[in-house]
């Protein structure tokens, strides 16, 4: 139970400019799969105020939606989603694809900074 909850940091450390971000990164234009609008807001929650631990960004962070697997927890995937404004679509997205892009993006800005 504790390992869930301290992983909870991890995924809100993804916002919705990190998430375009990462699509761009991966040559992905982003548009509706069903009806090809542009306008996909990405869920997003805000953080109360000091609540939460270090490395995590105060403000406006991605929602993160779980779907269950039958066979248990540990076969659950977590995601990330794009919404589409127009006909209702939503697309989801692997969180851990977005983290590790990220991951190595900071790293690589580190080892530049040497
Ligand atoms: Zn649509």
Redesign the pocket.
């Known amino acids: 139970m504790s390992s869930k909850d301290e992983s909870k940091p991890l995924y809100a450390s993804v916002n919705a400019k990190i998430m375009s971000d990462y699509l761009a990164s991966i040559g992905v234009a982003a548009r ?6 542009e ?2 807001p990405v869920p997003e929650v805000r953080s109360a105020t000091g609540s939460m631990s270090c490395g995590t960004p105060l403000g406006t962070y991605n929602n993160l939606f779980i779907m269950k697997s039958a066979y248990g927890d540990n076969a659950s995937l977590r995601c990330y989603a794009l919404l ?6 939503i697309m989801t997205f692997r969180a851990e694809n977005i983290l590790e892009w990220r991951r190595k993006v900071i790293m690589e800005k580190a080892s530049e900074g040497k």
């Open positions: 509706c799969t069903m009806c090809r609008s306008n996909l589409c404004e127009h006909c209702g679509h």
